[in-house]
């Protein structure tokens, strides 16, 4: 069975509860204090991708590989984001706000990237990107399912809080089944790999953290506002990725959704470490 058809679903689920939480109001707020929002999207969409093309020649991965940790890097941010600023005590509003804006604007930045990193490294051994069917997949299960949620927000607010509480609940088991079907399938190629990925990953997790974190600290974002950013820009939608990687109409390819598998695995890893020391401390 294509994960695909798994991967679907989860990616709608999450996109719907994220249009669900949003409030205009919580944009208006944050909009009076731009430069955590000009530091976190930075981060997430000029940062993260630059470093993974860093990462991804210094690593010497195949073609496969390197398009798909460029892939988990343009993505947005995840919506276990939001649930992960409130146990650090970050700013929720300012994370949910963060979450639905790369969520947006990567609409049209993966797209661009893509197909940038597809000629560059893809095309010499077969890989080739539809790009229109990459957007209307994107707009399919990424805008509509936002929009869905905000209008059964303002028309139900109740009943989109009840509807909110149980997703938001399923959202990081649903990831967890699809990680591990993901893996039953393709155990093979991601023990072969395992090392090397999960290397990789792992440094691009920690480098992005490390660098949003200093320039939080530049423009002097307060603690709360810093480790929302630090938060938002580790934690990647990874169930976009995996859905644009095997896609039928897209890639077609199990194998380049494994660094977004491995990714998925270790942001949650490093930022649950991140969030027990903050606690902690």
């Known amino acids: 069975m294509n994960t695909i058809w798994i991967v679907l679903p989860i990616l709608t689920l999450l996109m719907f509860d994220l249009g669900l939480t949003l409030k205009f109001e919580d944009f208006g707020k944050v909009f009076k204090n731009p430069w955590p929002i000009v530091v976190a999207l930075f ?145 093979r190629t991601i023990l072969d790999n395992l090392g090397i990925i999960t290397v990789c990953v792992t440094a691009l997790i920690l480098v992005a953290i490390f660098c949003s974190s200093m320039l939080s600290r530049l423009v002097k974002n307060n603690a709360q506002q810093r480790r929302t950013v630090v938060i938002e820009v580790g934690m990647q939608n990874a169930a976009q990725a995996i859905a644009i990687a095997t896609s039928p109409f897209i890639f077609n390819s199990a194998e380049m959704a494994i660094p977004a598998i491995l990714y998925s695995l270790m942001m949650n890893i490093v930022l649950l470490i991140y969030v027990f020391a903050i606690r902690k401390k």
């Open 43 to 187: 981060g997430q969409l000029i940062l993260l991708p630059l470093i993974a093309l860093g990462l991804a020649w210094a690593f010497k991965l195949t073609p496969v590989f390197f398009i798909g940790l460029i892939l988990i890097a343009c993505c947005p941010g995840g919506s276990s984001s939001n649930v992960f600023s409130k146990l650090a005590n970050g700013d929720v509003a300012l994370s949910v706000t963060l979450t639905a804006l790369s969520s947006i604007i990567t609409l049209f930045t993966i797209p661009v990237i893509m197909s940038w990193a597809t000629q560059m490294i893809g095309e010499s051994v077969g890989i080739t990107l539809p790009v229109g069917n990459l957007i209307k997949q994107n707009l399919l299960l990424m805008l509509l399912p936002v929009l869905l949620g905000i209008g059964i927000h303002y028309a139900w607010p109740k009943a989109s809080a009840g509807i909110d509480k149980v997703l938001s609940k399923l959202a990081f088991p649903l990831l967890m089944v699809l990680i591990t079907v993901f893996y039953i399938q393709n155990h």
